[in-house]
């Protein structure tokens, strides 16, 4: 059992930047792949980005060069650094455990911190 907690969200101008953290709590933190993913008003919920229990990462093209996924498993936190923030960034930014080692996979997910880039 896994329970996500973000933080960091808030307002920002474009050409800005923010550093989003998710605390974890749970015994296996470090079995769990992790992610980011965001959701504007009226789209479909999208991945940003992720960082795998082994420490590889993906991000959606759009963010590469610009986001960076990191983890410390000795605090249980995943953190996303945005920089060079556009409005289209805006969305509820959701952090997410991934568990792939079961029949049916387990994901948990917090319950997602407001980002708004506006002048």
């Known amino acids: 059992q896994v329970q996500l907690v973000e933080s960091g969200g808030g307002l920002v101008q474009p050409g800005g930047s923010l550093r989003l953290s998710c605390a974890a709590s749970?015994?296996?933190?470090?079995?769990?792949?992790m992610g980011w993913y965001r959701q504007a008003p009226g789209k479909q919920r999208e991945l940003v980005a992720s960082v795998t229990s082994g420490g590889s990462t993906n991000y959606a093209d759009s963010m590469k060069g610009r986001f960076t996924i990191s983890r410390d498993n000795a605090k249980n936190t995943v953190y996303l650094q945005m920089n060079s923030l556009k409005p289209e960034d805006t969305a509820v930014y959701y952090c997410n455990a991934h568990f792939p080692f079961t029949k049916t996979p387990l994901d948990y997910w917090g319950q997602g911190t407001q980002v708004t880039v506006s002048s």
């Open positions: 749970g015994s296996i933190f470090r079995m769990y792949d």
